[in-house]
């Protein structure tokens, strides 16, 4: 079956400094992966992905994250932090050989970035 | 629409009442799922359909949830005989068949929150 942990309910981090929000992952195989945040009161929407090939991943808003097949890990990066990144962000898993099942969602790490 | 639709975006219900959530996917998108968002327990799947196949019903909770979709399109989410703990923010997402096994990515409606008194 496959999981994923974000080990940190909450990050806090001042404007201008890197943030980086944790993940890793259990799965039968190879995994996709994927980072989602959900800003207040909207809906999730969908940040970056790994497939395959390389392991680092840019996304939207100058995010990027690193895929690590040794510490099963996906760790999603900013170089540089803003307020508007306050929001909650999702990690999720599926494996890559198991057909439309669906996505398996970690429980959510709320980033919060101050002024 | 341009995005996926819920309705109602809040209910508040009593405590053993029934309630129906609904879910407009995105036109085109055959794949549509649903999920629970609870505080502290991050986003739980709950039932999952693609085109004409039989649903993936694994996550579901309980019998007293169910679900069904008409026409592949819109679905309707149904919780009988509520309880407190059902109380939860229920999102709906769907996606291109094709793009879910190969992207992942999927497109979230703003949610239907539920209370349960």
């Known amino acids: 079956a496959q999981s994923v942990a974000q080990p940190e309910d909450q990050v806090n981090v001042a404007e201008g400094n890197p943030l980086t929000v944790k993940c890793t992952y259990s799965?039968?195989?190879?995994?996709?992966l994927f980072w989602y945040v959900q800003y207040p009161n909207r809906g999730l929407q969908f940040l970056l992905k790994?497939?395959?090939?390389?392991?680092l991943v840019k996304g939207s808003y100058g995010f990027e994250a690193e895929f690590n097949k040794s510490q099963t890990s996906f760790h999603l990066k900013k170089p540089s932090a803003l307020v508007s990144d306050s929001a909650l962000y999702f990690c999720?898993?599926?494996?890559?050989?198991?057909?439309?099942?669906?996505?398996?969602f970690g429980k959510g790490t709320r980033l919060s970035v101050i002024a | 629409g341009a995005g996926v639709s819920q309705s109602p975006s809040n209910k508040v219900t009593e405590k053993g009442k029934d309630v129906e959530l609904r879910c407009d996917p995105i036109?085109?998108?055959?794949?549509l799922y649903w999920y629970r968002q609870s505080l502290g327990q991050g986003l739980e799947f709950l039932i999952y359909?693609?085109?004409?196949?039989?649903?993936?019903k694994s996550g579901l909770p309980s019998d007293r949830f169910s679900a069904e979709r008409t026409g592949g399109s819109v679905s309707t989410l149904t919780i009988q005989r509520t309880q407190q703990e059902d109380s939860a923010v229920y999102l709906c997402a769907s996606s291109l068949a094709v793009q879910t096994r190969r992207t992942g990515e999927l497109f979230f409606g703003e949610g239907s929150r539920l209370t349960v008194l």
């Open positions: 799965v039968s195989g190879n995994p996709y």
């Open positions: 790994y497939i395959t090939g390389d392991n």
């Open positions: 359909f693609q085109g004409n196949s039989a649903p993936d």
């Open positions: 999720a898993v599926s494996a890559r050989n198991s057909g439309n099942t669906p996505l398996v």
């Open positions: 036109s085109g998108h055959t794949a």
